[in-house]
């Protein structure tokens, strides 16, 4: 049987965040690439309150496996494991009652403005999950046996030593996927792997393969909730698959570098 991800007919989104930006806190990077996917905190704390007075209720991973949460849901997910995911993001969470996965990556830990290993035991501590993303932050889908399971192995191991708790949910770097890293994943003890890919995830999903939909900055209200709700998706998936052509027509280093360039004259 294959394995899938719970959710009801329409399936459940899961929202991809990154770093949020306050006031007098330096960021962590401030290249083109990266700054599109820093939400203000207010902007988050706007979303979250759509969510909330639109009956929806925001939950972790685990929890969406389940299939205990009664009535509409969306799993919100960090990517990285900066600073702000505790000193912002949590209060805000916590304020409505929700929940959230942090996926951290593990060398990462203790670097300027990323999460210190007891910022990381007091995040876990507070209740929300904690997930991993690797050991590097590298492209995992063009990586030897050995390397991966650095990055997808090592690291579990690694933040499980700081949070004291099972790391049972991987998320891919940049949005690499493939099906050797999904094997390894599995082989090294996770029970989900969740991806770049648009979409929304049922109970007819691959726990190896869960899509996520990436939150960018400036997103307009409206257009969070459509996304929230699973709808406007088709197009995005669209976009997103002439990216992946030009991404492997061109190959990882030089797709990045031709994407910053844009991205910089926008």
């Known amino acids: 049987m294959a394995k899938s991800a719970q959710g009801g007919p329409e399936g459940v989104v899961y929202l991809m965040y990154h770093e949020l930006e306050v006031p007098g806190q330096p960021l962590c990077q401030t290249v083109p690439g990266y700054l599109r996917y820093v939400l203000l905190g207010d902007e988050f704390e706007t979303q979250m309150a759509l969510l909330s007075g639109s ?68 995040l876990s501590g507070m209740g929300f999950e904690i997930g991993c993303h690797s050991m590097t932050h590298a492209y995992l889908a063009g990586l030897n046996e050995n390397e991966l399971k650095v990055e997808i192995l090592e690291s579990k191991d690694t933040i499980e030593q700081i ?23 599995e082989q090294a003890g996770y029970r989900t792997v969740a991806t770049s890919r648009i979409g929304s995830n049922s109970k ?53 570098r031709l994407r910053g360039v844009l991205l910089r004259r926008s």
Request: charged residues 20%; aromatic residues 10%; positive net charge.
């Open 55 to 122: 009956g929806f209720k925001a939950v972790n991973v685990s929890q969406d496996l389940s299939g205990a949460q009664p009535g509409p849901a969306v799993v919100v997910t960090f990517d990285d494991g900066c600073e702000t995911d505790l000193t912002v993001a949590a209060p805000i969470l916590l304020s409505r009652g929700f929940s959230a996965t942090f996926y951290l990556v593990a060398g990462f830990i203790g670097r300027r403005g990323y999460l210190s290993s007891a910022q990381a035991l007091e």
């Open 163 to 185: 949070v004291g708790r099972q790391v049972n949910h991987f998320s891919c770097p940049g949005g690499r996927w493939s099906g050797r890293v999904a094997r390894t994943a």
């Open 204 to 256: 007819r999903s691959n726990l190896f393969c869960l899509s996520r939909i990436a939150m960018l900055r400036n997103l307009v209200p409206t257009d969070f909730l459509r996304i929230s709700q699973g709808r406007g998706l088709t197009f995005q998936r669209l976009a997103q698959s002439v990216r992946s052509t030009a991404q492997h027509a061109l190959g990882d280093k030089r797709y990045d």
